[in-house]
């Protein structure tokens, strides 16, 4: 998504110094944006898997303890990486708050949380359901980084969201299904952006 500003249109992640305040997108520009980008994710993987072995079925099994585990000890994991980088990248930071000056003011949290689910599924199944397997964790996570790294145009971006890819990746190899990322996924989503609609106003 782009930013608008008189007319023009610069990326959300870009310059901050002596350039404008993005003007916020509305709510059904958020929704609109978001269901047309996870509707091709999930084409994507619906293809992927179709070239595979077509068996994520299998990932989807009945989630047990194992699972609330690691999604919440990966969840932390993420929050920490976050932080840190929050804490000593300003140009990370700057980038990060611009982005949800530009997306977060004029949603709810009923909102945010609705968002958090569509993305953590949609993404979950297409990167650890239906790519790990094929190229393995690490491969996958920098393909994850480099999906994110768009959003704020900052590189750093994509040493964090690779480093949650990890992450997330690590919950499925460990309980073989793909409850435990989506849940570190969504509630990572949500928590972020409560904290960000909060840093922008909203």
Known sequence: MSERRGGAHTAPGGSTEGSPEPVPLGRLEVWLNLLLSQSILLLLAGILSLLGDGGIGRLLGRPGIADLSYGLGSVLAMGAVGGVALKWSSR????????????????????????????????????????????GLYATA???????????????????????????????????????????????????GLLLRRAAGG
């Open 92 to 135: 990370f930071r700057a980038s990060v708050l611009r982005l949800g000056r530009f997306l977060l003011p004029n949603l709810r949290p009923l909102d945010l949380l609705g968002i958090a689910l569509v993305s953590a599924v949609s993404e979950e199944i297409l990167f650890r359901g239906v790519i790990q397997p094929w190229v």
């Open 142 to 192: 920098a393909l994850f980084g480099l999906l994110h790294v768009g959003l704020t145009r900052e590189p750093r971006y994509w040493i964090v969201a690779g480093l949650y890819g990890v992450f997330l990746g690590l919950g499925l190899e460990q309980t073989g299904k793909l409850w435990a990322p989506i849940l570190a996924h969504a509630l990572n989503n949500f928590g972020a």
